[in-house]
């Protein structure tokens, strides 16, 4: 008898000791969505929070001559696959942000699929 309150009660702390967390809070870059993405709507604001609105890679004035404010300096870069290799920070390459934490790995995951999906002005 005294077995089996051990079994119940073991049961019920085990049962009451789980809990049910969201699983998007808890793993937040398996939510990330890389089915959808575009360039305005995901890449430019990805590229303006990082890169360029520091003042680094936007206008004529840009570190190396590389222009990420707008399409046409950014599929450049992505097409050769130095933007790949940057926010990567990959051998060879110099890691980028400059002096900032690496981009999320969604960041970098978005960037990736709109670039193995032709890099297009959408």
Not at 50 to 76: F, M, P, Q, R, V
Request: net charge positive; with cysteine; glycine share 8%.
């Amino acid at each position: 008898m005294k077995s089996m309150y051990l079994v119940l009660i073991s049961s019920m702390i085990l049962t009451l000791g789980c809990y049910k967390d969201k699983r998007e809070l808890l793993y937040p870059e398996n939510n990330c969505d890389t089915t959808s993405v575009t360039y305005v709507g995901t890449i430019q604001p990805i590229l303006s929070k990082n890169c360029a609105s520091a003042g680094c890679h936007e206008g004529a004035a840009s570190a190396a001559g590389i222009d990420l404010s707008n399409y046409s300096g950014t599929k450049i870069i992505a097409e050769n696959g130095r933007l790949i290799g940057v926010i990567n920070h990959a051998d060879g390459f110099s890691p980028m942000p400059k002096n900032m934490a690496k981009l999320s790995n969604c960041d970098i995951n978005k960037i990736t699929a709109w670039i193995n999906k032709g890099s297009i002005n959408n």
